[in-house]
């Protein structure tokens, strides 16, 4: 659990290895809210999103965003993130299957520390980019 | 409207307890059973303390308040949280009580689409830890778009 990545062992290029959620839904965004107190209501109040003309309620960007730092900590393990950046762009709607993954852009030594830079994504079921991310981590 | 003057707006400092059942709770809402964050014995052994999830500072919204928060006028209609980085530059632990301040680091704007003029507004915190080592920085891009947020 606590193995780190080895400088010499990771390469440019290389994939993260993806995590799939299946089937994310209105528990799962109010779950969110109340551990993250991101209490807007378009994530859980069908009678106001209705109000203002959305079908549905969907997932707060930080949820999508909170599953792609799992695929990203996962792999690059706990302790070891330097940076996380992430832009929303579609929206994520209770019944979608997310898959989060991402690819290692570049490797290089900075304040002492082996570090790699890359790209984080994280998809629906139609190929839709939900989340589109940065990261930098630390490798030994 | 891009209101330019609001560039260096910083609130008041507010206080950041780490508390396991905070983390712990956060760790489940976005879906990672990483034992670090649910078993402190295993956390104290492998990493010096229980750990936070990457993104766990997005719950200083229960610590800050009127006051931390520097003063940016919004349309509630019209606004969507764009964009969120975090900086982690030192290790963070349950127990830590850290210490933020909150300011408006820029405000900006670009053409929207149909013609309209969307206004970006970065929000930086930066907290300190107990010892007063800067251990990260949070940074929010709120848009304000030309129009209501449905028929954006």
Redesign the interface.
């Known amino acids: 659990?606590?193995q780190k990545l080895k400088f010499d062992h990771v390469a440019v290029g290389e994939q993260i290895p993806a995590l799939t959620?299946d089937n994310v839904s209105r528990i799962?965004f109010v779950?969110?809210a109340?551990?993250?107190?991101?209490f807007v209501p378009l994530h859980y109040d069908q009678t106001f999103v209705e109000a203002?003309?959305?079908p549905t309620v969907f997932a707060q960007?930080?949820?999508t965003?909170?599953?792609l730092?799992?695929c990203?900590?996962?792999y690059a393990g706990?302790?070891q993130?330097?940076?996380?950046?992430?832009?929303?762009t579609t929206r994520v709607w209770p019944g979608d299957t997310i898959t989060c993954k991402g690819k290692i852009t570049r490797k290089y030594r900075e304040d002492g520390e082996g570090r790699i830079e890359g790209d984080l994504e994280a998809t629906n079921q139609k190929g839709e980019l939900a989340v589109k991310g940065a990261f930098v981590a630390a490798v030994e | 409207m891009a209101d330019k003057s609001a560039i260096g707006r910083t609130g008041e400092p507010f206080t950041m307890p780490i508390e396991w059942g905070?983390v712990r709770?956060?760790a489940?809402?976005?879906?990672?059973p990483?034992?670090?964050y649910f078993d402190p014995e295993?956390a104290r052994r492998?990493?010096g303390g229980v750990?936070i999830?990457?993104?766990f500072l997005?719950?200083?919204?229960?610590w800050q308040d009127e006051r931390s928060m520097p003063a940016v006028q919004f349309d509630l209609?019209r606004v969507?949280?764009?964009?969120?980085?975090?900086?982690?530059?030192k290790?963070i632990y349950v127990g830590d009580v850290l210490t933020g301040v909150t300011r408006v680091a820029d405000v900006y704007e670009k053409p929207g689409g149909r013609g309209g003029v969307m206004t970006f507004t970065v929000l930086e915190t930066r907290y300190t830890n107990g010892k007063g080592e800067q251990v990260a920085v949070a940074r929010s891009v709120i848009l304000e778009t030309g129009q209501?947020?449905?028929?954006a």
């Open positions: 659990m606590a959620v799962d779950r969110y109340g551990a993250s107190g991101d203002v003309g959305i960007g930080m949820f965003a909170g599953l730092s799992r990203l900590t996962d706990i302790g993130v330097r940076r996380f950046k992430v832009r929303f | 905070k709770e956060f489940r809402a976005i879906k990672d990483n034992p670090a295993l492998e990493y750990p999830p990457v993104t997005m719950t200083s919204a229960f209609g969507l949280h764009g964009e969120q980085e975090f900086e982690l530059l290790p209501t947020v449905n028929s």
